[in-house]
């Protein structure tokens, strides 16, 4: 042979799928855009100031971290842009731009960085930051204000710039969340508005019917294990359901509790991060009905009239364990416990 | 899995379906390529002792005549692939990496190249151990690509008994239509050998396990069984890694192989169908295992053919056959993309358990990079044997190689389909070889001392 080739040595195999860890990030930050959308719709300036802020505090302490520490740069893989998102589509739309920069500083750096990065985390990054500013800043994270539409997208909905740690509280003319009407004055929204989400409550709080869209979406293309959100459904659905038939004038219906709150945004997009979720299907039935039954216990028995982000917070701690507990039978075990089939 | 739409093909659980990328040579009918000037022997053939040189530098060779002997019993016979002189018996480049000692052998470009010893031999007569010995010192491996020795198979311990044998002619690897065609032109081999492994094993029913992107060859084969042979053709829903022995009885016989231990002790034998056909032809013309079918394929590669090879051709000598490299060709493998071999010299020679040339180009060859284990649960739902590729990987960087014991790295079949699957490209399978090397090596030094 004449020519020149130059071969390349690897290991086999030399047959790859081609979509990367990245292009899933993407993927997953497309499938949240309709109920970004709609938030903006809903919210108007100050939605996408607090996504804008969210975002780039989360991008400018991953990048700020690997300058200092000389390690390679990670932002491209999408990974803390979407933490930064999902955070913005848990805070109030009136919330003090400040605070939403903070938030983002914790979950990247205290949810994710110390942990080791990407891959390492226990507990879902956005959640922590989110936890952190609920127990830090707890009046302003919950306070809301009733649903616009496009009309008023330029007025803002709350103090966006204040001076951070001094001035709180401006103001505002605020609303109750579905959630907390029904908690603390027995007022049940109808079904139609929580399902279109117009109605108070955080960015992501409000179109359970884009979530769904996007949620299924993620489901078909496999970025997202199906099974925990139908655990959870499933579970909130025979929990609250079964509350609400032993006495229907206290407890909520069950379609109340699923399409109000964050409990579909937790359920398709927080719950079912990969990183911070179990890795058996065994465990991941076991994890989302854990988060189903929390959330219903929470929110009917607790102090809070939200209790998603605690609800999947507590069941984090709980995958690692749910990973051992639950690794499948391998081909042809021959343990006490599980005998191979010889026959057929 | 809820069935909504009518009968599904029998498989095992999990593995992936990567495309086959057949169709470059499924329609190629088998071409005998020409003797070349000179051929490359290497004495260690296939996974067990090597066998032993019966010739010397000058001897004149013919067709067919054995010229290494079994160097054990897990070890094979050797025949010279071509009339010629011996003019070497020296290390040379091994399609495995390293240089292994091989017996050269100088063409004759005048000779007719007739068999050594041509006649059909009497099979009916001899006992279960006389065809073994035979099947031994014929040569022959598994031509799936793995080259273990036929016969060690064949050799069912005292005490066990096999009720079925399984005929592999799964092929599941992308690219390679070698199985295929030999199914479709030599099926009748195929059924002379199947009788004479029912009369060494003593089965009561064979099966011959298709998967359904051959149905042409199906069909044949069906159409072909000899009435009075307990023989079923089964066709397989397509999916990889379905030509794993483990995989291939699970997917026909609903059988698990226990942990550790053999098809055997599940009683059932598996053999592949090329290596099959290859013994039938050798009971109906005494050749011994000389020549193969290779799969020449991939985009790298100008003609792609369905090759009847003789052993021992060089790699450079098959290429330039088939028309040479494109120039963008990256990478050169020998067998299937999924568990193949790279080649780094042109003057490999094609082996008996070579089964296809694989000529990659650099669209193909893309050097991603690796991110974190984001723990997408991909990898663990495609295992065939259901492990937990994630946890092994992470176990593997941080070389907790005991660890991975508990995690039964060891049922690991090497398929590749986790770091098929991965998003984050980690060479998963290809830490979990390294780290199952090293533990072998452990336990055989815990043995010693």
Redo the contacts between chains.
């Keep these: 042979m004449e020519k020149k080739i130059e071969l390349l040595l690897s290991s086999s195999p030399f047959l790859k799928q081609q979509e990367d860890t990245p292009a899933v990030m993407r993927q997953v930050i497309y499938s949240l855009l309709p109920a970004a959308l709609a938030a903006l719709w809903y919210f108007g300036i100050s939605a996408l100031m607090v996504m804008l802020t969210a975002v780039s505090f989360a991008l400018l302490t991953e990048g700020v971290y690997n300058r200092l520490n000389h390690k390679k740069q990670t932002l491209h893989d999408g990974s803390a842009l979407l933490t930064g998102l999902l955070l913005a589509m848990t805070l109030p739309p009136g919330i003090p731009l400040w605070m939403a920069a903070l938030g983002s500083f914790v979950a990247i750096a205290l949810g994710k960085l110390i942990f080791g990065g990407l891959g390492s985390n226990i507990f879902n990054p956005a959640l922590v930051g989110r936890a952190f500013l609920q127990a830090s800043f707890p009046v302003s994270l919950t306070t809301w204000v009733a649903a616009g539409s496009l009309r008023n997208f330029g007025d803002w909905r709350g103090p966006a710039f204040t001076i951070p740690f001094i001035q709180e509280k401006v103001d505002v003319l605020t609303t109750a969340t579905p959630l907390s009407m029904m908690k603390f004055e027995g007022h049940l929204t109808p079904l139609n508005q929580l399902f279109l989400g117009h109605s108070a409550g955080s960015l992501g709080e409000t179109s359970a019917l884009l979530l769904l869209l996007g949620g299924l979406y993620m489901v078909i293309r496999n970025y997202i294990n199906w099974r925990i959100p139908v655990a959870i459904f499933a579970a909130v659905m025979v929990f609250a359901g079964g509350l609400h038939l032993l006495n229907p004038e206290k407890f909520a219906p069950f379609y109340f509790h699923l399409f109000s709150g964050g409990l579909m945004l937790g359920a398709l997009f927080m719950a079912t991060d990969p990183v911070s979720s179990p890795i058996t299907h065994k465990g991941c039935w076991i994890f989302g009905i854990g988060i189903g039954f929390l959330v219903v216990l929470i929110r009917t028995f607790g102090g809070l009239p939200e209790g998603v982000m605690y609800a999947i917070l507590l069941m984090n701690s709980v995958s690692p364990l749910l990973n051992r507990v639950t690794q499948p039978r391998i081909y042809g075990a021959v343990d006490d416990r599980h005998k191979a089939k010889s026959k057929p | 899995m809820i069935n909504l739409f009518g009968k599904r093909l029998p498989t095992f659980s999990h593995g992936i379906h990567?495309?086959d990328f057949k169709d470059l040579t499924r329609h190629l009918p088998i071409e005998r390529m020409p003797f070349t000037d000179e051929l490359v022997l290497p004495l260690s053939q296939h996974l067990g002792a090597p066998s032993r040189a019966r010739v010397k530098v000058g001897d004149k060779v013919q067709r067919g005549q054995l010229i290494a002997e079994p160097g054990g019993f897990v070890s094979i016979g050797l025949h010279a692939p071509v009339t010629g002189t011996v003019t070497a018996i020296e290390p040379r480049h091994h399609p495995g990496g390293k240089m292994v000692e091989a017996i050269i052998i100088k063409t004759d470009p005048f000779s007719p190249q007739t068999f050594y010893n041509e006649h059909s031999m009497e099979w009916e007569s001899l006992s279960a151990r006389e065809l073994i010995s035979l099947i031994q010192h014929g040569g022959f491996v598994g031509l799936g690509g793995a080259a273990f020795p036929t016969h060690v198979k064949l050799s069912v311990p005292e005490g066990k008994h096999a009720q079925f044998l399984i005929v592999n002619g799964v092929e599941c690897e992308?690219y390679l239509t070698a199985d295929h065609r030999v199914m479709l032109e030599n099926y009748e081999d195929l059924f002379l050998g199947i009788r004479i492994l029912q009369h060494i094993l003593k089965v009561k029913q064979v099966y011959i396990g298709v998967e359904n992107n051959k149905e042409d060859a199906i069909e044949v084969l069906r159409k072909n069984v000899p009435g009075d042979m307990a023989c079923e053709v089964i066709a397989l829903e397509t999916k990889y890694p379905q030509g794993a022995e483990?995989m291939l009885i699970?997917a026909v016989?609903?059988?698990?192989?226990?942990?550790?231990?053999l098809p055997i002790?599940?009683e059932v034998v598996v053999n592949n169908s090329g290596t099959i056909t290859g013994i039938g032809q050798m009971f109906r013309f005494g050749q011994p295992l000389i020549e193969r079918v290779v799969t020449v394929t991939g985009p790298g590669i100008n003609r792609p053919a369905n090759l009847l090879v003789p052993i021992g051709t060089r790699l450079?000598d098959v290429?330039?056959y088939c028309g040479?490299?494109k120039?963008n060709?990256?990478?050169?493998?020998f067998?299937g993309?999924?568990?193949?071999?790279?080649?780094?010299h042109?003057d490999v020679p094609i082996m008996k358990g070579t089964s296809g040339i694989?000529c990659?180009t650099e669209n193909?060859?893309?050097?991603?990079?690796e991110?974190?284990?984001?723990?997408?649960?991909?990898c663990?739902d495609v295992c065939?044997?259901?492990?937990?590729p994630?946890?092994l990987g992470s176990l593997a960087k941080s070389r907790d190689y005991e660890q991975m014991l508990d995690f039964?790295v060891m049922?690991c079949v090497e398929c590749?389909s986790c770091?098929?699957?991965c998003?984050?490209?980690i060479?998963l399978?290809?830490r979990f070889?390294v780290a199952k090397g090293l533990l072998r090596e452990q336990q055989a030094r815990n043995k010693a001392s």
């Design positions: 990567p495309g992308p483990k699970e016989l609903h059988r698990e192989v226990p942990s550790g231990r002790d599940v450079s290429l330039d040479g490299l120039d060709t990256r990478q050169l493998l067998g993309p999924m568990m193949g071999t790279p080649q780094s042109l694989l990659l193909e060859v893309v050097v991603r990079e991110y974190p284990c984001i723990r997408c649960l991909r663990v065939p044997v259901s492990l937990n994630s946890r039964h049922d590749g770091s098929y699957v998003p984050s490209n060479p399978v290809q070889r």
